[in-house]
């Protein structure tokens, strides 16, 4: 079985065909039709065909968008691509390929390429983290995803920060309404706010790492509260959810004190005498995305089954 996988970028669409072991058959990247739906299905069914008259077959189709399929509407939300919100995305490129496609929000394929044959690999439950311009997570069981009746499981960016002291209430203002979202705290715009808040700093995200790398006090505390308030927001995870192993993907999942200090912080909060749970950086990098929509083809659970 071929599988075939886009992600469905702002700037990038990209389309990858993967072999039953992962292996990458055919890979191509193009430009982003912008603010044109026509001209994005048009794209789709373009790379689709193309890419399987070079296999020499048909594949199932997976693709990974920033935003999701609303199960009560049928439409795309919640996309940065505006113009793509409210469409009957998935309904459209069913009638113009003629079979099944599936579509699944970013982050739920990163947990799923990770879980499949990345650094979950083999684990019952894994549940991946985006920490990125957003903040997003997926569950993978089995090495399928947990779906649900609102397809929301894993989406834990936009619930409060959990522990939060009086300096953390009543958080930034986020962009969905609330306030002190996980999300405004631990995306790397949150970190930069942060950082500035806290000594006048405007720095970005991969500077203010280098610079506590350097030496820098401020900069170490700023990494510092961080990982506080990602351990307090994976507690919260490992409360619920229990998962063998923690992925995480996206820009902040480069800066490597996370995974020595997170764990070590984290069982002040977990409501058990040990922890177990490992926390890893991702293996695919950049093509977790694409990967995991390829292995959308496999089966799923929840609403999809
Ligand atoms: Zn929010």
Redesign the pocket.
């Known amino acids: 079985m071929i599988r075939l996988g886009l992600d469905l970028g702002g700037t990038k669409t990209e389309v990858l065909a993967l072999d039953d072991q992962g292996n990458v058959l055919q890979r191509r990247r193009v430009s982003s039709p912008q603010h044109d739906y026509e001209a994005t299905l048009a794209c789709i069914v373009e790379l689709v065909r193309g890419t399987e008259a070079q296999v020499g077959r048909l594949a199932s189709i997976g693709i990974a968008t920033p935003g999701a399929i609303s199960p009560a509407s049928g439409l795309l939300r919640n996309s940065n691509s505006t113009w793509l919100n409210g469409k009957p995305l998935l309904d459209d490129l069913v009638e113009r390929l003629g079979r099944p496609v599936r579509i699944e929000n970013d982050a739920n394929c990163f947990a799923l390429s990770e879980a499949v044959d990345g650094a979950g690999a083999g684990r019952p439950v894994v549940f991946g983290v985006i920490l990125g311009t957003g903040v997003g997570g997926g569950i993978a069981v089995d090495g399928a995803l947990l779906g649900g009746p609102n397809r929301i499981a894993g989406e834990w960016?936009?619930n409060p920060l959990p522990w939060a002291d009086d300096t953390e209430r009543p958080g930034p203002p986020?962009?969905?309404?609330?306030r002190g979202?996980i999300?405004?705290f631990l995306s790397g715009p949150g970190l930069c706010h942060d950082h500035l808040s806290a000594t006048g700093e405007k720095r970005r995200a991969e500077e203010i790492a280098a610079a506590a790398g350097a030496g820098d006090a401020a900069s170490h505390a700023t990494l510092e509260r961080y990982a506080h308030r990602l351990a307090r927001a994976l507690a919260h995870v490992i409360n619920l959810l229990d998962p063998d192993v923690i992925v995480l993907g996206g820009g902040l999942s480069n800066v490597p004190i996370w995974y020595d200090r997170v764990p070590r912080l984290w069982s002040r909060w977990v409501f058990a005498d040990r922890v177990d749970t490992a926390l890893l950086p991702n293996r695919h990098g950049d093509s977790s995305g694409v990967r995991g929509a390829a292995w959308l083809g496999r089966s799923m659970r929840g609403t999809d089954a």
Do not use: D, I, K, P
């Open positions: 960016g936009h986020c962009y969905c309404g609330q979202c999300e405004t």
